[in-house]
């Protein structure tokens, strides 16, 4: 990976990075749902007109997915990794075929490790959102960062 | 589908509802970590061993897809489909290749709207374990949940 690592003491809150877009596809919307979430306003863009999405959507898994996908290419360019210990997903709107997503990710807090020198856990804000600018999917995550000398597998 | 669907009126806290197992090989750990989560210690199992896990491990997301589609097939049977509002997620230990997952999902709570006649907002555990019945994943999930005669698209 040729991209630019931030390490703990890179890091500080306010810091935003960005990402995107993909765009999915009625293909790919499809692809995704008969393999985990084979419902038909997923599956089915006939049958997904009659019910609550009143139409086509991708499953908000998917959303979560391409989401992480666009932090590990850019928007979380963490030394280390990207390792979430737990996040808070909402779907404020449906992902429909077309639309191009993109991601601006929030550092909102970083609190440092009391018994481990050189790691801290970082409370992060994910906000997705299509072509328009509206908000498909908000994340809050708690992930593990770690300072110069302290990444896993990394000579100190 | 021919498998027995819940109404909101069928629903009460305490209910359980299970699913699985669904077994992650090495190959589709790879498969997925690429599309979505391209990180070494989900993509490359060698390299994996020097990463924080000290292993390969699959991607948080494919855990969180596989329950979903277990959800889907068995443990979430409600009448209009399984439809989530948001969800927290934490994962208390990561899945290694050949993990078989279970999942088995609680009712904790319906709320009924106080604006839309026969429609509800459920609040539900999810909790996903592993072949040893260690937890893989704890999801919690508000979910909107329809009575009969008041699924969109179904005839009253």
Redesign the interface.
Known sequence: MSKNLFYLDDLSPGMRFTAGPITLTEEAIIAFAR???????HTDPEAAK???F?GHVA???QT???T??ML??AAMPFA????????????PRPVRPGDALSVEMEVLDITHSSTKPGRAIATLRTTTTNQNGEIVQVMTSKN?VFGRGHV??QPV
Do not use: C, H, N
Request: charged share 15%; hydrophobic share 40%; proline share 8%.
């Open positions: 393999e985990y979430d084979p419902q038909p306003f009659t019910t609550f009143k499953s908000g898994w979560a997915a391409v992480m996908r590990v290419d280390g990794g990207s390792i979430g210990l737990g996040v808070e997903l909402t779907w593990i896993p597998g």
